[in-house]
């Protein structure tokens, strides 16, 4: 089946029918937070493994704990919106 051809949107996005545009920056910065999550996840638990604290954000944050909790809930944030508007285009 063929690939949907992206089409203008009223706020000057392309956006494919079902999909997200990926397009807003709101998006990028999600992303970019959703990845630093799992990444920092698959670390913590192959440090389980090895017995080492491979928590990027902890070994980074980790003298500022405040700062650290921060980013944990935006990581944590940016998973929920990933979760509830999931295909969704952002408007503008």
Excluded: H, Q
Excluded at 21 to 49: A, E, H, Q, S, Y
Excluded at 57 to 86: R, S, W
Aim: with cysteine; charged share 15%.
């Amino acid at each position: 089946m063929a690939t949907p051809t992206p089409t203008p949107t009223d706020s000057g996005s392309c956006c494919r029918p079902g999909g997200s545009c990926g397009k807003c920056p709101m998006d990028k910065i999600v992303l970019i937070l959703v990845l630093i999550g799992g990444i920092n996840w698959g670390l913590i638990g192959l440090g389980g493994f090895l017995g080492k604290n491979l928590n990027v954000v902890n070994l980074l944050l980790g003298g500022v704990p405040t700062l650290e909790y921060v980013v944990y809930i935006l990581v944590g944030l940016a998973a929920l919106k990933e979760a509830v508007f999931l295909g969704k285009c952002c408007k503008k």
